[in-house]
T-cell receptor, first 114, second 112 residues
């Protein structure tokens, strides 16, 4: 059974700092990994999707990497801003089907202080 | 605008009552999903559907039921058999070829 862990559970940094969020998974036979952002009381917003054949994806100040062999993914946020404050979730899909189930981590809650 | 719409945003239920949460998408996605999120935790899959008139149980289906009569709609009923229904419910969808999942804004259900 796939298990996804995100450490730390919470992170507080000053504005402008670069930071890394971690996601680890136990079964390396994944199809893809997706990073989401969730604001309090809101739904999930997709940030980056990495297919199993890819090593990284970039969007603006965000860069996500994937190392299947070690069961890890990182989300790098450059030059953090107060607006980046949110909970960041990673989700791992382990089957190559349209309805392949995704396993979610519990998230890392990020606070960027002005 | 294309997207997923969940309604209502807040829902209150008395013990012993069934309630139905709505999820509608105009993205022409084949697959739709229902997740439950408890405070400080990740998402757990309740039910999912690959095509119209077909759906499968997820990890925590007990006390829930769904239907998929139309491609755009995937309503979730929380029955009185669900012992701890207070939670945040999220609906998602994805396509056949692109497995990126898109989420609605959620429904917060509270039992009073």
């Amino acid at each position: 059974k796939q298990e996804v862990t995100q450490i730390p559970a919470a992170l507080s940094v000053p504005e402008g700092e670069n930071l890394v969020l971690n996601c680890s998974f136990t079964d390396s036979a994944i199809y893809n990994l997706q990073w989401f952002r969730q604001d309090p009381g809101k739904g999930l917003t997709s940030l980056l999707l990495i297919q199993s054949s890819q090593r990284e994806q970039t969007s603006g100040r965000l860069n996500a990497s994937l190392d299947k062999s070690s069961g890890r993914s990182t989300l790098y946020i450059a030059a953090s801003q107060p607006g980046d404050s949110a909970t960041y979730l990673c989700a791992v899909r382990t089957t190559n089907t349209n309805a392949g189930k995704s396993t979610f981590g519990d998230g890392t809650t990020l606070t960027v202080k002005p | 605008d294309g997207g997923i719409t969940q309604s209502p945003k807040y829902l209150f239920r008395k013990e012993g009552q069934n309630v139905t949460l709505s999820c509608e998408q105009n993205l022409n996605h084949d697959a739709m999903y229902w997740y439950r999120q408890d405070p400080g935790q990740g998402l757990r899959l309740i039910y999912y559907s690959q095509i119209v008139n077909d759906f499968q149980k997820g990890d925590i289906a007990e006390g829930y039921s769904v239907s998929r009569e139309k491609k755009e709609s995937f309503p979730l009923t929380v029955t009185s058999a669900q012992k701890n229904p207070t939670a945040f419910y999220l609906c998602a969808s994805s396509t056949q070829s692109n497995t990126e999942a898109f989420f609605g804004q959620g429904t917060r259900l509270t039992v009073v």
